[in-house]
């Protein structure tokens, strides 16, 4: 068995795609293979020229559901990502609170880096997104 790839590895490799769009393939595509179904939920704005096309339109939103913590990366009216984490109770939220970036993505890190202890298919998913 190998080991998990470390917390700090993972915060790193997550931050080169720091925005709403680059995290929502990271986590539908890179990561998708450790992730369970439902977990990602990506909210898009599509225009018209995205419907007439067939095209899936902007990631908008993105949200991170892990069990009791939700983790949401939206983008503000002016593009910019901000987070935002939320203590959930079988579908009741008992708290939020606003995160930047950076803590966001420390946020998400620890979350992905506690699936990969515990699985090792997990691990390996892990492990080639921080490779390639």
């Known amino acids: 068995m190998s080991d998990p790839p470390s917390l700090s590895e993972l915060s790193v490799a997550l931050h080169r795609h720091a925005d709403v769009a680059a995290m929502t ?3 539908t595509t890179s990561l998708a293979g450790l992730l369970p179904p439902d977990v990602v939920t990506v909210e898009r704005q599509r225009s018209v020229g995205d419907r007439l096309a067939g095209r899936p339109g ?5 949200t991170f ?3 009791d913590r939700r983790l949401t990366l939206r983008a503000d009216r002016f593009g910019r990502p901000e987070g935002v984490s939320e203590h959930v109770v079988r579908g009741v939220r008992l708290s939020r609170q606003t995160l930047d970036v950076d803590e966001w993505i420390a946020a998400l ?4 880096h506690r699936l990969a202890d515990a699985d090792e298919r997990a691990r390996e998913v892990v492990t080639r997104f921080l490779l390639g």
């Open 25 to 27: 393939d990271v986590l």
């Open 58 to 62: 902007t990631p908008v939103s993105l």
């Open 65 to 67: 559901d892990a069990g």
């Open 109 to 112: 890190a620890a979350e992905v």
